[in-house]
């Protein structure tokens, strides 16, 4: 199963240890971005691929 980030912590971590980073969006499911490391993340965004995704509408998870 793979691991969901949600806290500001989890974000981090993955940044430290250049994980990849599966996004879906929250509504569908739909999957926006197949993994990449993090680029960036704040309270309310995470770049990825050179995309922003916005923390409250979709789920970020650990690739494994």
Not at 12 to 22: C, F, G, M, S, T
Not at 46 to 52: R, S
């Amino acid at each position: 199963m793979q691991k969901e980030l949600t806290t500001d912590a989890h974000f981090l971590a993955a940044i430290l240890a250049e994980k990849k980073v599966i996004v879906t969006y929250r509504d569908t499911g739909q999957i926006a971005d197949y993994g990449g490391p993090i680029q960036q993340a704040t309270a309310h965004a995470v770049k990825i691929n050179d995309m922003h995704y916005m923390r409250h509408a979709c789920h970020f998870y650990v690739r494994r």
